[in-house]
């Protein structure tokens, strides 16, 4: 996405924009985490969506008198599936599995993985020695943070939730370089909405398919505070800072938000829900942050 012409006091606005994402997104995985103890994970991530999303399309439905044309269909169900339905919802099907905080880190993953699929898709690309290096340190980070939890991998279901955090942050990587290569121009909040409102569709058709799927009525109050939460701050005011950061802003500099979010996320997994915080999590976190960093600040041009 482009960013536009910004005047000194709309780059203060969309720096605050840059830090808000940095500290909401980082809260809504201990927020998805209370949220999944008492709603199966896709009707969790679906109702977000689906009531998130809503209210940008019922904005633009009644203020702007906007409907998607025949010509844009194609592209945000492709995008709705790719963003919110496989990498979001995995992503809050990876944390019933393991620790808030862990995938986090799992997820800060998502720029490495960007490069790796531009060096597949675009021949051209050469890998400079700090790149090379920051993807080493990147995954190697990952499996220090995970080193008192071998045993687990082992012995219970925690695999999983690894490989559903990988295959969400490979998803949104590709699903960030095909947005790149879309010349169509589309208003980025319209086009948000509507991604988010027909993956909520999406995800609470396969919740209920599956049998994964709960009444509305048995819901606890705390569990509807954390969809809520979501709802308002993780899809609304987050999501909506983040695209105005990037219509102002380098996205390299937005970017920062992938430093801050998995820190803020363990901290407040070990606060508030009681996950262990190991030597091993806070210098696996800090590797595999700096990894994060070596290949976007060698690979940004």
Same mark, same amino acid.
């Given at each position: 996405m482009s960013t536009s012409p910004s005047t000194p006091s709309s780059r203060t606005s969309a720096l605050v924009a840059v830090g808000l994402v940095s500290i909401l997104w980082g809260t809504t995985w201990m927020a998805s985490k209370v949220g999944v103890q008492y709603i199966p994970a896709l009707q969790l991530s679906g109702l977000r969506h689906l009531i998130g999303g809503g209210m940008y399309v019922l904005f633009f439905l009644l203020f702007k008198r906007m409907v998607p044309k025949k010509n844009q269909w194609f592209r945000l169900i492709w995008m709705s599936v790719l963003m919110f339905v496989l990498s979001n919802g995995l992503s809050v099907l990876s944390i019933v599995y393991m620790p808030s905080g862990l995938g986090a880190v799992v997820g800060a993953l998502s720029p490495i993985w960007v490069v790796v699929f531009t060096f597949v898709f675009f021949k051209k690309t050469r890998f400079k020695p700090q790149t090379i290096i920051g993807i080493i340190l990147g995954f190697a980070g990952v499996v220090v943070t995970f080193f008192d939890f071998y045993q687990k991998i082992i012995d219970t279901d925690l695999w999983l939730g690894i490989v559903f955090g990988a295959i969400s942050s490979i998803t949104w990587a590709i699903a960030t370089l095909l947005t790149v290569k879309q010349s169509e121009q589309i208003d980025p909040y319209f086009s948000l909405g509507w991604q988010m409102f027909i993956s909520g569709i999406l995800l609470n058709t396969v919740s209920y398919a599956s049998g994964r799927?709960?009444?509305?009525?048995?819901?606890?109050?705390?569990?509807?505070?954390?969809? /809520?939460? $979501?709802?308002? +701050?993780? @899809?609304?005011?987050?999501?909506?800072?983040? =695209?105005?950061?990037?219509?102002? *802003?380098? /996205?390299? $500099?937005?970017? +920062?938000? @992938?430093?801050?979010?998995?820190?803020?996320? =363990?901290?407040?997994?070990?606060? *508030?829900?009681?996950?262990?915080?190991? +030597?091993?999590?806070i210098s696996g976190t800090l590797v595999t942050l700096v990894g994060v960093y070596l290949v976007n600040n060698s690979f940004k041009k």
């Open positions: 799927f709960v009444s509305y009525d048995i819901v606890p109050a705390n569990a509807w505070l954390s969809i /809520a939460y $979501l709802i308002v +701050i993780g @899809s609304v005011l987050a999501f909506g800072a983040y =695209i105005y950061a990037l219509k102002r *802003l380098p /996205a390299t $500099l937005v970017s +920062i938000h @992938s430093y801050i979010n998995p820190i803020v996320a =363990i901290l407040l997994g070990d606060l *508030l829900m009681h996950e262990k915080l190991t +030597i091993y999590i």
